[in-house]
């Protein structure tokens, strides 16, 4: 069974960093994609970064600049580096794989709130 577990966040002052990572297990295919996504109260969950097996990265211009997504030495990892944070950027941050043969998993999330 596919697991796919985050950590890392928290709350954090204006200005301030984290570091999320989301731990991947279960899984013999490929990873292809790997992508963060963000989900604040009564909003549509969106795209915060995405790497792609090749290495390329892509982010909104919300975060780009201030959010780095990076894999770890194994495919088991992935992280994102979030520095300047800003209130709006509190939200439920969650990982999601694209696996070969087009699987698709996302973990259950982890807060991140940014508040003075």
């Known amino acids: 069974q596919v697991q796919l577990v985050e950590s890392g966040g928290g709350l954090v002052q204006p200005g301030g960093s984290l570091r999320l990572s989301c731990a991947i297990s279960g899984t013999s295919f490929s990873i292809y994609d790997m992508r963060w996504y963000r989900q604040a109260p009564a909003k549509q969950r969106e795209l915060v970064a995405g790497?792609?097996?090749?290495?390329?990265?892509n982010y909104p211009d919300s975060v780009k600049g201030r959010f780095t997504i990076s894999r770890g030495n194994t495919e088991n990892t992935v992280y994102l580096q979030m520095n300047n944070l800003k209130p709006e950027d509190t939200a439920v941050y969650y990982c999601r794989i694209v696996t070969a043969g087009s699987h698709i998993y996302w973990g259950q999330g982890t807060q991140v709130t940014v508040s003075s």
């Open positions: 790497i792609s097996s090749g290495g390329s990265t």
